[in-house]
């Protein structure tokens, strides 16, 4: 490559360097300083010596020719890190054309109508939203091929010819005139094979010099990645087939215009009701009843064998087809029964013990004596005289208590028909006429 020192002093800081070892590059780079009168880890930069910043590792084994940040001896190491170089192994990054770095797609013919120049400047800050985001996907893609080390293999022999890196990844990249295209790459050539044949060489590569890195057009079908061996143009090809696959299998999402008048809160104490609906109705299967009619009394009585297999499917579509406040109700009327102080429950008109009564209905055990515990106090609470019902609250109770206290006070008894003024909880209250 013809480069000479004052092309390189003439280099801003911060632009991107190749850094040659032995007659190969190692590394690529940026400018840092050549000012003489600095110090780059304790050395005078000058005298053919450069300050630079290793960007990309290309040989990341190559030991450093001078003095070296702490803890880094190779080049791989100081990644990031600034180092001292010989100013003639430092060559300017090629200049390439602009529309090498467009990063939008190659743009298809359309009939669309042209957009005059004012219009393409205003709406530049949407450009990203023209591009199809097939043509985005496979654009970042080809992205992340940058500085991808490669193999390149010969045209007709595949046969590994020559090593570089993919310096021009889009397919609107130039090498030269020619634009890079689809099925192609630009390569930057820095070392071929010795054992390649001559005749190979002259004809893939015609132009190439050893001192002279050069970069082709070459077909990713032949390229091999150095990293792992693959074939980049198959890696290519699977991710592009498995795109169009995808994008067959993947349903069209209906956009719809959002709506709040039609949202509502949902109603948690409706679908916990479902839920219990769905799992209470399962009692009615015919494998419930099966189960239910599997089960043998070991009272004296034999109380299952008076039942019959109609009776309980009636009962249980009967009982589980009400609400729950009703079924409550409902099981607690059965303890008004003469023989539950004797232990036994009314099962439509059947006397059956308690076991065979909550096992007719689908109960546990512990649902039974819940609901008995609940018969049980309340016949407990005398004043309101109802049977089956759950305990008041304790306001409730508090309140009859003092109305009760002041009707005894203040109002005149009447004699009640049942009571007979035998119990004083029984007697109706006529208030003075002052109060009424």
Not at 20 to 40: K, P, W
Not at 97 to 107: D, K, N
Not at 278 to 292: G, L, N, V
Request: charged share 25%.
């Amino acid at each position: 490559m013809a480069s000479t020192s004052a092309e390189v002093k003439r280099l801003s800081p911060g632009e991107n360097i190749l850094l040659y070892g032995d007659n190969f590059i190692v590394a690529v780079g940026s400018m840092h300083s050549v000012d003489e009168s600095e110090l780059c880890h304790g050395e005078i930069i000058g005298r053919g010596r450069i300050s630079i910043q290793i960007c990309s590792p290309l040989r990341p084994d190559f030991i450093l020719p001078y003095s070296s940040p702490p803890g880094a001896n190779t080049v791989g190491e100081a990644v990031n890190s600034f180092a001292i170089w010989d100013i003639s192994k430092v060559y300017p990054m090629p200049q390439l054309p602009q529309s090498q770095y467009q990063e939008a797609p190659e743009p298809t013919p359309s009939a669309s109508p042209q957009v005059p120049t004012d219009e393409r400047q205003s709406s530049s800050r949407g450009m990203e939203s023209n591009v199809r985001p097939e043509d985005q996907l496979f654009f970042k893609v080809r992205k992340n091929w940058a500085n991808v080390e490669v193999t390149l293999l010969s045209m007709l022999e595949l046969l590994p010819i020559a090593d570089g890196i993919i310096f021009l990844p889009f397919s609107t990249s130039c090498v030269g005139e020619v634009r890079v295209g689809e099925q192609y790459a630009g390569v930057l050539v820095w070392t071929v094979h010795n054992e390649v044949d001559p005749t190979i060489l002259d004809r893939d590569l015609p132009n190439f010099h050893p001192d002279d890195p050069i970069t082709v057009r070459w077909p990713i079908l032949h390229l091999r990645i150095a990293s792992n061996g693959a074939i980049l143009g198959n890696l290519y090809k699977a991710f592009e087939d498995a795109c169009t696959r995808g994008d067959e299998d993947m349903p069209v999402k209906k956009k719809r215009a959002y709506n709040s008048s039609k949202r509502t809160k949902p109603n948690h104490e409706l679908q916990l009701q479902r839920r219990l609906n769905q799992k209470e109705m399962s009692m009615c299967t015919p494998d419930k009843i099966s189960e239910c009619l599997r089960f043998t009394c070991t009272c004296s009585r034999e109380c299952m064998r008076k039942v019959d297999k109609k009776d309980i499917i009636d009962e249980r579509s009967f009982f589980y087809n009400e609400p729950y406040s009703r079924r409550v109700e409902y099981i607690l009327s059965k303890f008004d029964h003469p023989g539950f102080e004797d232990g036994y429950m009314l099962f439509r008109t059947l006397e059956v013990c308690k076991k065979t009564f909550y096992t007719l209905y689908g109960f546990v055990k512990q649902t039974f004596y819940n609901y008995e515990k609940a018969y049980t106090m309340g016949n407990k609470l005398g004043f309101h005289g109802n049977s089956g019902t759950f305990k008041p609250k304790d306001t409730t109770i508090f309140a009859r208590a003092c109305m009760q206290s002041f009707f005894q006070q203040t109002a005149e008894p009447l004699p009640h028909k049942e009571s007979r003024n035998e119990n004083t909880d029984g007697i109706i209250y006529r208030l003075p006429k002052a109060l009424s």
